[in-house]
């Protein structure tokens, strides 16, 4: 069962554009929300992270925008370029007892392409 | 400088030969993973440790064995490595009390 899904499962962008990709999650439980920027040949790396108390964090260029009514979350990235071009993956993560503490779970993906 | 180091990059294996892949981290943190990720998918959890504390995930196939002799260091032993085994094999550590993980460069294994 996928406790987190993203779509869309590719993108492709023109550069200055903004870049939208969306998750949703079902466990209320979860308490920490990821996203992650991979490139290819490499591990996933932080790009920015929310928790539910807040609706909308911003770093540069990219914010998350989170729904808790709805569940969901996204991530926006303004101006678009085309060194963004990566596979970005939501996740989530929870306050679990003991060792569950801090599991992710992670979105299928969004391969995203900037043209430039 | 990098905090996760897997060793090594790449790692052609034969069909059935068993193979080690390894992990060091120079953070200090007691939460290590390892996980598995194929082409075009998401990283999908095989075990990990909290301390000296080993999980196994319940769909980690009994191919898979995770050693870790001390907090720095990680192993992931393949005993019989079968063609659906390729894949980039990441690992990841976490403080105890932080909620961010941070991933190696991955190992990607080729089975041949």
């Known amino acids: 069962q996928q406790q987190v899904k993203q779509s869309p499962q590719s993108l492709i962008v023109q550069k200055g554009g903004i870049s939208i990709i969306n998750c949703a999650y079902e466990?209320?439980?979860?308490?920490?929300f990821p996203w992650y920027q991979q490139f290819p040949g490499k591990g996933p790396a932080l790009l920015i992270a929310?928790?539910?108390?807040?609706s909308e964090k911003k770093e540069g260029r990219f914010t998350i925008s989170f729904n808790k009514s709805a569940k969901q979350f996204s991530l926006h990235i303004m101006d678009s370029q085309p060194g963004d071009s990566a596979t970005y993956f939501c996740a989530a993560s929870s306050r679990g007892r003991g060792s569950t503490l801090g599991r992710l779970y992670f979105g299928r993906g969004t391969q995203l392409t900037v043209w430039p | 400088d990098a905090m996760v180091i897997q060793n090594p990059r790449y790692q052609v294996t034969q069909f059935g030969k068993p193979v080690t892949l390894s992990c060091s981290q120079t953070?200090?943190?007691?939460?290590m993973y390892w996980y598995q990720q194929k082409s075009s998918q998401a990283p999908k959890l095989l075990f990990h440790y909290y301390d000296k504390d080993f999980n196994n995930e319940a769909d980690t196939p009994d191919n898979f064995q995770s050693r870790r002799p001390n907090t720095s260091f990680c192993f992931l032993d393949i005993r019989s490595p079968g063609l659906g085994d390729a894949a980039m094999y990441l690992c990841?550590?976490?403080?105890?009390?932080?909620?961010?993980?941070?991933f190696g460069q991955g190992t990607r294994l080729t089975v041949v």
């Open positions: 990841a550590t976490r403080d105890r009390g932080g909620t961010e993980a941070f």
């Open positions: 466990n209320t439980a979860f308490d920490y």
């Open positions: 929310i928790r539910p108390d807040v």
């Open positions: 953070l200090n943190h007691n939460v």
